[in-house]
């Protein structure tokens, strides 16, 4: 059981570039989520979604976009890169029932550095 | 607004000993409180989650506690193990706002030494 899947592990960009990266999961989850991960700043919400064809706003969601046009996959997307973007970026996911009181499964993360 | 708080920031024991990881709260009205484990280069796992009418956890040698009226919430491992040097993080979900934001700590490193 795969769980949560994040391609790619590692990536640099040269400001300006476009990417995506993909999010996979094998649980029939609801829920999933794009967390980006800082030095002294913690855990921080791009994006979610609580089901397939929807997405909303995190708390950080400037310069992000994403998508989930099938359940098992969600994509979060860099269109014109910035050094500010520099960071870990984790997926998660959960059931959607009684998703207030379940855990979320986070993936291994996608490191990427932005020059 | 909520602010979830973790201290110390790093521990470094010897193997067998039991210690206490603390994360403090500021806003009583959450949904639950979840404890992760974080090693590095890897993403986070799941150990506990304490609902809010819940005063405890346990998984093996772990026991989360959650006093909800003081804002506090422990991590106890018992006979600690070099296995166990991670860094482990706590979340709140609040009732308030979008409870579907998790609102998270900082961490505690763990350095558990042979």
């Known amino acids: 059981n795969a769980g949560v899947t994040q391609t790619p592990k590692f990536r640099v960009l040269k400001t300006g570039q476009s990417m995506t990266l993909l999010c996979a999961q094998d649980?029939?989850?609801?829920?999933m989520y794009w967390y980006r991960q800082d030095p002294g700043m913690g855990l921080r919400l791009i994006h979610y979604s609580v089901g397939e064809g929807t997405t909303a706003k995190g708390e950080v969601p400037d310069g992000y976009n994403v998508s989930r046009l099938k359940k098992q996959n969600f994509l979060l997307g860099l269109e014109s890169a910035a050094p500010s973007q520099t960071s870990v970026y984790f997926c998660?996911?959960?059931?959607?029932?009684?998703?207030?009181?379940?855990?979320?499964?986070f993936g291994d993360g996608t490191r990427l550095s932005i020059l | 607004k909520q602010e979830v708080t973790q201290i110390p920031a790093a521990l470094s024991v010897p193997e067998g000993e039991n210690l206490v990881l603390n994360c403090s709260f500021t806003d009583s009205a959450i949904y639950n409180l979840q404890w992760f484990r974080q090693d590095p280069g890897k993403g986070l796992t799941s150990l506990l989650l304490?609902?809010?009418s819940q005063r405890e956890q346990t998984s093996g040698r772990l026991n989360a506690s959650l006093d909800k009226s003081s804002g506090r919430s422990t991590l106890y491992i018992a006979a600690s193990q070099p296995g166990d040097s991670a860094t482990y993080l706590c979340a709140v979900r609040p009732q308030a706002g979008n409870n579907r934001k998790l609102i998270w700590g900082l961490g505690t490193s763990l350095a558990v030494n042979p």
């Open positions: 649980m029939n989850h609801e829920y």
């Open positions: 304490i609902q809010s």
């Open positions: 998660a996911s959960s059931t959607g029932m009684d998703y207030s009181n379940q855990p979320q499964h």
